[in-house]
T-cell receptor
Framework: DGGITQSPKYLFRKEGQNVTLSCEQN?????MYWYRQDPGQGLRLIYY???????QKGDIAEGYSVSREKKESFPLTVTSAQKNPTAFYLC??????????????FGPGTRLTVT | AQRVTQPEKLLSVFKGAPVELKCNYS??????LFWYVQYSRQRLQLLLR??SRESIKGFTADLNKGETSFHLKKPFAQEEDSAMYYC???????????FGKGTMLLVSP
């Protein structure tokens, strides 16, 4: 099963530690996204990248950081500055918007628990 | 700022009953809207988009610019339709989407 993979499925960390969530795609998509999904809140955009070596903040970027060194990979780091990091994190990708590709394809998600 | 509103957190119906999941949006330009669905233990996936005007799994959605709505409808609900449904609006000039908070549809036998 190709497409978008996220690892690990479950992640546990102590408060004060940074943690990095992996997202890889083999769809040759230009754009990648990170969302946070909380009950009753829907999906909220953390960061997105429309091209390698470039990324932009989403609606709730504070306490998070990303990199986009390769087209296939878009890791998300949840830093100790994120006040409420426990959540379900979803990664997505889409074809180039220049080609009219707006459909986003989602990974299976990572559930992060910080205690 | 653009916004997507799904007023119902939970919609519970019986099998065979009609279903309408509401979605309203605020947007100054010409909107592009989508419905995504997340079945239990499965990934979030695209259900349909308004520009294609297609029917997927018996669901349809019509864009009503006058009422700024994009409600999702199905004439006869099935138990396998039980899932979380999200309405989404494409952001102007970017590939990003603004999602509503979602509606959980429960179809009982």
């Amino acid at each position: 099963d190709g497409g978008i993979t996220q690892s690990p499925k479950y992640l546990f960390r102590k408060e004060g530690q940074n943690v990095t969530l992996s997202c890889e795609q083999n769809l040759n998509h230009d754009a990648m996204y990170w969302y946070r999904q909380d009950p009753g809140q829907g999906l909220r955009l953390i960061y997105y990248s429309q091209i390698v070596n470039d990324f932009q903040k989403g609606d709730i970027a504070e306490g998070y950081s990303v990199s986009r060194e390769k087209k296939e990979s878009f890791p998300l780091t949840v830093t100790s500055a994120q006040k409420n990091p426990t959540a379900f994190y979803l990664c997505a990708s889409s074809p180039s918007p220049l080609a009219g590709g707006y459909e986003q394809y989602f990974g299976p998600g990572t559930r992060l628990t910080v205690t | 700022a653009q916004r997507v509103t799904q007023p119902e957190k939970l919609l519970s119906v019986f099998k065979g009953a009609p279903v309408e999941l509401k979605c309203n949006y605020s947007y100054s330009g010409s909107p592009e809207l989508f419905w995504y669905v997340q079945y239990s233990r499965q990934r979030l996936q695209l259900l349909l988009r308004h520009i294609s005007r297609e029917s997927i799994k018996g669901f349809t959605a019509d864009l009503n610019k006058g009422e700024t709505s994009f409600h999702l409808k199905k004439p006869f609900a099935q138990e396998e339709d039980s899932a979380m449904y999200y309405c989404a609006l494409k952001d102007s000039g970017y590939s990003t989407l603004t999602f509503g908070k979602g509606t959980m549809l429960l179809v009982s036998p």
